[in-house]
């Protein structure tokens, strides 16, 4: 299966600052690429798909980019909703895999 | 606006069979255009995608857990299940439902999640 690595685990920012999150496949995956935002107690939500549309709804201080196999997750100034745990998923084999998340806490 | 809401048992015991359902409102699962899906997540740890069903009954499942995973669709009652054969303590986690778009992949509506616990 194709192994998604996310890094950093944790990286902590300040309100308004920008934030870069990381992802990795272990084979390309071409864009089949999604950015999900998990909150405590809370299911994920579709915040990107295709590596770089943003899914209805999210703000535009979202922003995805990368193909084949190093993705990234941009977030241009980080509002208070935002601190959450963001997940990456490839859906382009079988089992869809995800990676092990990167939380984003408060500094 | 899709929803989905898990129901089932919290606690299993070790070696027995863990049951889920998921009722779907708001949309129906007699569509050609989604998949119903079940995913886990261990409590503080990642997602695991364990499979999905169209409603015609055509499965796909995680090799991981292919001997053990039953998915199935009740079209008249909205709803889809999920069986998990011969649990351990491994299998202790949030369960949710979701819909994924066929075509694309996309998990677009998820249940809230369910924790099941297995323990003696």
């Known amino acids: 299966e194709v192994v998604m690595t996310q890094s950093p685990a944790t990286v902590s920012v300040s309100p308004g600052d920008r934030v870069t999150l990381s992802c990795r496949a272990s084979e390309r995956v071409s864009s089949i690429l999604a950015w999900y935002q998990q909150k405590p107690g809370q299911p994920p939500r579709l915040l990107i798909y295709?590596?770089?549309t943003r899914a209805t709804g999210v703000p535009a201080r979202f922003s995805g980019s990368g193909s084949g196999t190093e993705f990234i997750l941009t977030i241009s100034s980080l509002q208070s909703e935002d601190f959450a745990v963001y997940f990456c998923q490839q859906y382009n084999n079988w089992p869809r895999t995800f990676g092990q998340g990167t939380r984003v806490e408060i500094k | 606006q899709v929803q989905l809401q898990e129901s089932g048992q919290g606690l299993v015991k070790p070696s027995e069979t863990l049951s889920l359902t998921c009722t779907v409102s708001?949309?129906?699962?007699?569509?050609?255009?989604?998949?119903w899906s079940w995913i886990r997540q261990p409590p503080g740890k990642g997602l695991e995608y364990l499979g999905y069903i169209h409603y015609s009954g055509s499965t796909t499942y995680n090799p991981s857990l292919k001997s053990r995973v039953t998915i199935s669709v009740d079209t008249s009652k909205n709803q889809f299940s999920l069986k998990l054969t011969s649990v351990t303590a491994a299998d202790t986690a949030f369960y949710y439902c979701?819909?994924?778009?066929?075509?694309?992949?996309?998990?677009?509506?998820w249940g809230q999640g369910t924790l099941v616990t297995v323990s003696s």
């Open positions: 295709g590596a770089s």
């Open positions: 979701a819909r994924e778009r066929r075509g694309e992949g996309l998990l677009d509506f």
């Open positions: 708001g949309g129906s699962v007699n569509s050609n255009n989604f998949y």
